[in-house]
């Protein structure tokens, strides 16, 4: 059980972090006899320090490599998107790539909504609650144009680099919980405007919710009323501004080590 002090200590850093004073409390609290891992935020900095070789050293391990040539080869050989999706490998590395790999296993929606138009409102890809769809389906286009983006051999290298860009961030969780979302989010923070893009993303609902402390129960009520208590904590035009993201990424990674360890901050911004 973690001591009283303990997380008491994890409070205090959780609200220093919101004054930008976090940094020294970090050390204090992961060298404390409480604390179990290493300190998250020196994680982040090395990772993000060390992210390009990382991300070619993950390509050439056996399995990514094997799947990435298997992607490539279904793209050759696929008459149309249905027929590439139908080939597991390659559905999973165009769908983790592209934020998606929670979702390799379900072909049949994969295929409907990503040859939906998203330029019609009443297309299935336009009414999923994960946006992530919605921009796949824009940034390849396969209801107008097929596979001819994706065949592409620049478009097949940012496929190909962004797997294994995922596949690196998800093996760093092992050490550090959480520290894959927090690579993604410092990223794509700036692209949420609003708490319904928020909680759309499952990369930026993670992130968020947990840095402001709000429950995971919290799926269970109207979308709206997840809005107001995301709205209610943050100030979301702040996500515009890097040095507050990057603030809230660590606030993020303290948080997930936090409840990692079995301490929980409670903590509403």
């Given at each position: ?138 940034t390849y286009d396969f ?44 990223t794509r923070a700036s ?46 035009t702040k996500l515009q ?29």
């Open positions: 059980m973690i001591s009283i002090n303990a997380a008491s200590t994890a409070l205090s850093l959780l609200q220093a972090m919101n004054t930008g004073s976090g940094t020294d409390l970090v050390a204090t609290l992961y060298s404390s006899p409480a604390a179990t891992g290493g300190n998250p935020v020196d994680a982040l900095k090395n990772a993000v320090k060390n992210e390009a070789k990382g991300i070619a050293d993950e390509a050439k391990q056996p399995e990514v490599a094997r799947d990435i040539a298997a992607f490539r080869k279904a793209v050759a050989n696929a008459k149309d998107l249905p027929s590439l999706l139908a080939d597991p490998a390659a559905r999973k590395v165009l769908l983790t790539a592209n934020g998606l790999g929670d979702q390799t296993d379900y072909t049949a929606l994969a295929t409907k909504a990503l040859t939906s138009d998203p330029a019609k409102s009443d297309s299935l890809v336009n009414k999923l609650s994960d946006t992530q769809w919605l921009t796949m389906a824009k209801a107008n144009e097929g596979l001819a983006v994706l065949k592409k051999p620049s478009v097949l290298d940012t496929v190909a680099s962004g797997y294994a860009e995922v596949m690196w961030r998800q093996s760093l969780d092992a050490s550090t919980p959480g520290l894959s979302y927090a690579l993604d989010f410092r692209t949420a405007k609003s708490a319904y893009q928020i909680l759309g993303d499952a990369t930026l609902r993670e992130v968020v919710t947990t840095a402001l402390g709000i429950p995971k129960e919290i799926a269970y009520q109207s979308i709206d009323a997840q809005a107001k208590a995301i709205t209610d904590r943050l100030d979301i501004d890097p040095k507050f993201v990057e603030q809230f990424t660590r606030r993020y990674l303290v948080a997930a080590s936090a409840a990692g360890s079995g301490q929980s901050s409670g903590l509403v911004v």
